[in-house]
């Protein structure tokens, strides 16, 4: 099996900016706020390159179905609006994955494809709460980032939620 490099940072993005209220920070440079990683891949927080922004980022190998796991306890969406995440393929680029909302501890049954993604450069992509079955509920407990198809190797790079 070949794998191959992507790097992804994540924003959730406000529906409207408001001065008055601050960024839920997921990961800068570690995890925050009460984030945890549970993910089932190999996952290295510390990875030093490449980073979008900041001094790490995490370096992911997954297998077919493995995933990058944020989770917590229930956050309330109704002020969040999107996930906003920067995504570099590395030299081969062409890595897929889906975007996933946990809902009470359970996958909702939507989900976002993403992907090709581009080598050797970032991309952002925009993926609405909406589309991912976690938009207005009071118990989002996580997000996955997930390979649907064969395994690869990642590296993820900041995440943060930012309120209306």
Sequence with gaps: ??????SIGLVFACASISVAQSALAMYTDGLQQGWQSWSWAT?????????????KSIAVTMGGWQALSFNRSDVDTSIYKSIRFWVHGGANGG????????VGGQAATQSVAIGPIAKNVWTQH??????????????L????????????????????????
């Design 1 to 6: 099996m070949r794998f191959r490099s992507l």
């Design 43 to 55: 996952v290295n927080m510390n990875n030093a390159s490449p980073v979008h922004s900041g001094t």
């Design 95 to 102: 890595q897929r994955f889906r975007v996933v909302a946990l």
């Design 126 to 139: 925009e993926v609405p709460l909406s589309s991912i079955g976690g938009s207005g509920v009071r118990n």
């Design 141 to 164: 407990t996580g997000i996955w980032f997930q390979s649907s198809v064969r395994g690869f190797s990642s590296f993820f790079h900041r995440f943060l939620a930012a309120r209306n």
